[in-house]
């Protein structure tokens, strides 16, 4: 069986890992692979794929919506996002699936963080925002959008009449939930909006590093009542698009600690390049036994699979 993860860029998803891990769960064989799609031409890479021995494919940026235009059949929760970010071929037909939205919501009970009548404020309206209104309203939540761009907020209230619009510069304290759904830290950049928003809020940010520190987790962290990245999220919609291929839901714990938490190997006899100490020197491997970096215990040295020496840290 092979599944893929499409996307432009695409060399640091997590997905064939996540994949993978949950396959090794279970038992099943299968390959996942990356797929880099030419910003112009997912139709043809997805065929390419899917004409060979593709039965499944996650879809990322900037493709859910090239995705939803080439599935024969979409779920409602890809309707409501007009993204689709899971494709199963299924016989002749392409059926489209968006766990997004369900995948946070999954992600927000494991942190048990309440959403019946919750007032939460999204930041942002861009794709990922309109995955995740429509679960989210159907939870209970209470939902005002701000966005840079007002008008894209304005469409969303549009299809979503009952969620409130406000702009950046304008937002006050008050928030039971703040969800950062834009992708501002992508360019490490801060948000422009005040830091009393986040006030005694729980802070959640879409993004997601392995060390949980995102540059938008950095910004509010002073002031929130609890943070958290979406690195749950995308464990948890990785499980419903595993469940979707394969009808078995796996485990998303022991995935979620294992990459939070990589496993140190430490090389006996070796010696820091850096600081010169001997049997300080570890290696870090990921949920598959791959190798992701070699480090020292005793100084700042880190080098990654290709080599490269974190300079910045040293
Ligand atoms: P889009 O490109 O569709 O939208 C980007 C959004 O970010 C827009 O609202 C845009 O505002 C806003 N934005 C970008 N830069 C800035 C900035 N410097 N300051 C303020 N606003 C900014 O992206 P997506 O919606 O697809 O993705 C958003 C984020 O969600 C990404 O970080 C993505 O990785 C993450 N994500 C995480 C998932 C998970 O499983 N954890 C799943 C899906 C997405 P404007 O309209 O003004 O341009």
């Not at 925002?129 to 939870?139: M, R, W």
């Not at 304290?173 to 830290?185: K, L, M, P, S, Y």
């Amino acid at each position: 069986m092979q599944f893929a993860v499409i996307g432009n860029p695409i060399e640091h998803s997590l997905s064939p890992e996540i994949h993978l891990a949950f396959a090794m769960q279970v038992g099943l064989e299968l390959t996942y692979d990356r797929i880099l799609a030419p910003p112009d031409d997912f139709q043809t890479m997805a065929r390419n794929f899917f004409s060979g021995s593709g039965t499944g494919l996650n879809v990322t940026a900037p493709f859910k919506h090239d995705a939803y235009e080439f599935v024969d059949e979409k779920d409602q929760a890809s309707i409501a996002a007009s993204a689709v970010n899971t494709i199963h071929a299924v016989g002749d037909v392409f059926l489209g699936y968006n766990t997004d939205g369900i995948g946070l919501v999954a992600d927000l009970s494991r942190l048990r963080w309440p959403l019946k009548q919750a007032k939460i404020l999204v930041i942002g309206a861009g794709g990922a925002a309109q995955g995740i209104v429509l679960p989210l309203l159907e939870h209970g939540a209470e939902i005002t959008l701000a966005n840079r761009t007002r008008s894209r907020a304005e469409a969303l209230k549009k299809q979503f009449p009952k969620i409130d619009v406000l702009d950046l510069e304008e937002l006050k304290q008050g928030w039971d939930i703040v969800i950062n759904a834009t992708a501002a830290g992508w360019q490490q950049e801060q948000l422009p909006v005040p830091s009393a928003t986040f006030e005694d809020a729980r802070c959640y940010d879409l993004g997601y590093q392995r060390d949980g520190r995102t540059p938008f987790i950095q910004q509010v962290e002073a002031y929130a009542d609890e943070t958290s990245d979406g690195l749950g999220m995308l464990v948890e919609q990785a499980a419903e698009a595993f469940q979707i291929w394969h009808d078995i839901k796996p485990q998303t714990s022991p995935v979620l600690n294992g990459l939070r938490n990589p496993k140190r190997q430490f090389i006996a006899g070796a010696v820091c390049p850096r600081c010169n100490q001997q049997d300080t020197i570890y290696v870090e491997r990921d949920l598959l036994g791959n190798v992701t970096l070699r480090a020292c215990s005793a100084c700042n040295y880190v080098e990654d699979v290709d080599g490269n020496v974190s300079v910045d840290l040293l």
